[in-house]
T-cell receptor
Framework: TQLLEQSPQFLSIQEGENLTVYCNSSSVFSSLQWYRQEPGEGPVLLVTVVTGGEVKKLKRLTFQFGDARKDSSLHITAAQPGDTGLYLCAGPSGNTGKLIFGQGTTLQVKP | DSGVTQTPKHLITATGQRVTLRCSPRSGDLSVYWYQQSLDQGLQFLIQYYNGEERAKGNILERFSAQQFPDLHSELNLSSLELGDSALYFC?????????????????FGEGSRLTVL
């Protein structure tokens, strides 16, 4: 059974600090995705990484896919209160398009 | 706005009752997925339909069932409800079996239906 484990589960930081969220598995994934979910809304895709070792940047967010395609990280530089939310990593399971999700990292950025 | 519509947004009911959650996928999307999100278990995959047919099943209880209709909307039926069924239920859609405009399975989520069982 494929599983995705995220750490930390909760993170509370001050505005301007940097942080990294990790997503790990013992299984190889063809790709990994990161979603962000705000209260009262569904998850929204931030990025998809598909190549081992790939690094993608989205403004202050940097996503990395591990060389062995078993792990990924999300680094936020100079966090802002608007970054507050639940960050979820997800990966395809099987060949039907369904995704399995990590349990999520709740980020709170205090002004 | 993801283009995925879920109703109702909130539902309060009693143990033993039955409810139906409804989902309209994005225009043109053939795949519909149902997920359950609770505080202690994260986002759990329940079931997937593609063009009216069941394609994948997750940890869906026997008390739960779903279907996708010819117009591609989907319904999730929850019966003999228990307190532990209280959760957010999300519907997501994608264009095909492999998802989205690429082969990497992007899912578009609705805003969810919050079910409270008292």
């Amino acid at each position: 059974t494929q599983l995705l484990e995220q750490s930390p589960q909760f993170l509370s930081i001050q505005e301007g600090e940097n942080l990294t969220v990790y997503c790990n598995s013992s299984s190889v994934f063809s790709s990994l995705q990161w979603y962000r979910q705000e209260p009262g809304e569904g998850p929204v895709l931030l990025v998809t990484v598909v190549t081992g070792g790939e690094v993608k940047k989205l403004k202050r967010l940097t996503f990395q896919f591990g060389d062995a395609r078993k792990d990924s990280s999300l680094h936020i530089t100079a966090a802002q209160p608007g970054d507050t939310g639940l960050y979820l990593c997800a990966g395809p399971s099987g060949n039907t398009g369904k995704l399995i999700f990590g349990q999520g990292t709740t980020l709170q950025v205090k002004p | 706005d993801s283009g995925v519509t879920q109703t109702p947004k909130h539902l309060i009911t009693a143990t033993g009752q039955r409810v139906t959650l409804r989902c309209s996928p994005r225009s043109g999307d053939l795949s519909v997925y149902w997920y359950q999100q609770s505080l202690d278990q994260g986002l759990q995959f329940l079931i997937q339909y593609y063009n009216g047919e069941e394609r994948a099943k997750g940890n869906i209880l026997e008390r739960f069932s779903a279907q996708q209709f010819p117009d591609l909307h989907s319904e999730l039926n929850l019966s003999s409800l228990e307190l532990g069924d209280s959760a957010l239920y999300f519907c997501a859609s994608s264009a095909g079996l492999a998802g989205g405009t690429s082969n990497t399975g992007e899912l578009f989520f609705g805003e969810g239906s919050r079910l409270t069982v008292l």
